[in-house]
């Protein structure tokens, strides 16, 4: 019997030890840096689906839905095709931050925003707008957007004058 407790405290404080050691628990974690992927990167996690594309590297701050969070200046891209509609409106879209900074390659970017457009903005998408494309993203990158906060107000206010409600 002796033998058999002296086993399970020798189990309990190996597990301890483990613990404390490899950081389970918060014990003694140990952190590494985040490198940050550099914009032409091919995706860490590869995803099986344009779908899978946006999960990984838009859903974030977005979410599963596109709704964002416009409380915390997260857009909606559920009315996303509704850019589309003003001059200078297409460009913009790709241009932005976070998608230039997704970590996704130029076709994997042409790809999620062609399916966003086909399924998530569905409504609100132009039915004669051509899809992007890989060279169209590259252009993008090419010529980063400076002001994103005022390009955006002089797109909304031109929609405005066309009758759209963007956000």
Known sequence: MKRLAATCVGAVLATAAVTAAFGFGGVGTITGRMVLPAADAPSLTPARSDRGQFVLHCAGCHGLDAAGSPAQYVPDLRRL?????????????????????SGLNDEQVARVINWLLATLAAGSAPWHEAPYTREEVARARAKPLVDVAGRRRELIEMGRSLGLTLH
């Open 81 to 101: 095709g509704q850019f589309l509609q003003v001059p200078g409106g297409r460009e913009f879209i790709i241009s932005v931050p976070g998608v230039m900074g």
